[in-house]
T-cell receptor, first 113, second 111 residues
């Protein structure tokens, strides 16, 4: 089952904050977040494992709520370089370092001067 | 250190033709994956290989076959291409507790 991301698109001015949500109808074991710029490959941002931990990457952080089966990505003081499409991926650990990720349809983030 | 290398970068096929997309990684990762990306659909898993010698179907395997040739290489084959297989194909590899490293993609058009 594909996770549902919201919003589908958001436009920010530099310095503003944004939250991108990812929810699943299935129990979550892990949530991965990726950013993809136009015409390029997705780039890994962070992984959150079962346990409700919050992780950070520069001014981008994320939370993982197992009970609500959702994760949120927080972008603070946005920069032009944050523009792109953000994907969450969810899926069980299937051994040998392998996750079968199912990705959401993405959230397009545009940061303008 | 090249990461994940995909070839070719672009390809145009006629309906019914066959082709193999190549993928190689130099990071000594066990797991490798093939995804396709279509506008508005996100990334969908075609096949994956948890380790050398094993392959499994993903969400959209119909019309594709794969070969895990060795630990480095994981190829995707279209036996008889159809217009519905027009897409951008990404290969990825992964090590435990880290995210996927994606290749730069193959843009395939089937006419």
């Amino acid at each position: 089952q594909q996770p549902v991301q919201s919003p589908q698109a958001v436009i920010l001015r530099e310095g503003e904050d944004a939250v991108i949500n990812c929810s699943s109808s299935k129990a979550l074991y892990s949530v991965h977040w990726y950013r993809q710029k136009h015409g390029e490959a997705p780039v890994f941002l962070m992984i959150l494992l079962k346990g409700g931990e919050q992780k950070g990457h520069e001014k981008i952080s994320a939370s993982f709520n197992e009970k609500k089966q959702q994760s949120s990505l927080y972008l603070t003081a946005s920069q032009l370089s944050y523009s792109g499409t953000y994907f969450c991926g969810t899926g069980p650990y299937s051994g040998a370092g392998s996750y079968q990720l199912t990705f959401g349809k993405g959230t397009k983030l545009s940061v303008i001067p | 250190n090249a990461g994940v290398t995909q070839t070719p970068k672009f390809q145009v096929l006629k309906t019914g033709q066959s082709m193999t997309l190549q993928c190689a990684q130099d990071m000594n990762h066990n797991s490798m994956y093939w995804y396709r990306q279509d506008p508005g659909m996100g990334l969908r898993l075609i096949y994956y290989s948890a380790s050398e010698g094993t392959t499994d179907k993903g969400e959209v395997p119909n019309g594709y076959n794969v070969s895990r040739l060795n630990k480095r290489e994981f190829s995707l084959r279209l036996e008889s291409a159809a217009p519905s297989q027009t897409s951008v194909y990404f290969c990825a590899s992964k090590v435990s507790a880290e995210g996927y490293t994606f290749g730069s993609g193959t843009r395939l058009t089937v006419v």
